[in-house]
C-alpha cells in the first residue's frame, strides 16, 4: 500500500509561482510512474505532468514551458513546480502513482490564482 500526500497548494496572483510536493509513504520509484492531475470546477480531471520510471517527462499543451515535474527519490517526493500562473491554473490538485492495474491517489491540494 502506497500513501500520497500532497502539500504546497495555496492562493497566489496571477503570474506567480508555488511548488507542490507529493510525498510518498513507500518506495515509489522504480516501481510507479507518477503523474499530477488537476480538476477545475465543473470541469474534467485534466492530466497535468507525468514522470516515468524511466524519468522521460511529459506535459498537457495549457502547461507546457510553465510547469516543471520533478522527483527526489531519497525524500520519496515528486514535486511540480508552477511558474506563470494564471486563474485557469485554479483547481485542485493530486498527485498519482501507476503501475497498471496498481493505481494509488492522494487526496489534493486546493491552488487559487486570483488577484
Known amino acids: 500500500q502506497v500513501q500520497l500526500v500532497e502539500s504546497g497548494g495555496g492562493l497566489v496572483q496571477p503570474g506567480g509561482s508555488l511548488r507542490l510536493s507529493c510525498a510518498a509513504s513507500?518506495?515509489?520509484?522504480?516501481?510507479?510512474?507518477m503523474n499530477w492531475y488537476r480538476r477545475a470546477p465543473g470541469k474534467q480531471r485534466e492530466l497535468v505532468a507525468s514522470?516515468?520510471?524511466?524519468?522521460?517527462?511529459n506535459y498537457a499543451d495549457s502547461v507546457k514551458g510553465r510547469f516543471t515535474i520533478s522527483r527526489d527519490s531519497a525524500k520519496n517526493t515528486v514535486y511540480l513546480q508552477m511558474n506563470s500562473l494564471k486563474p485557469e491554473d485554479t483547481a485542485v490538485y493530486y498527485c498519482?502513482?501507476?503501475?497498471?492495474?496498481?493505481?494509488?491517489w492522494g487526496r489534493g491540494t486546493q491552488v487559487t490564482v486570483s488577484s
Open positions: 513507500g518506495s515509489i520509484f522504480g516501481r510507479y510512474d
Open positions: 514522470i516515468s520510471r524511466s524519468s522521460r517527462t
Open positions: 498519482n502513482a501507476v503501475n497498471l492495474p496498481t493505481n494509488y
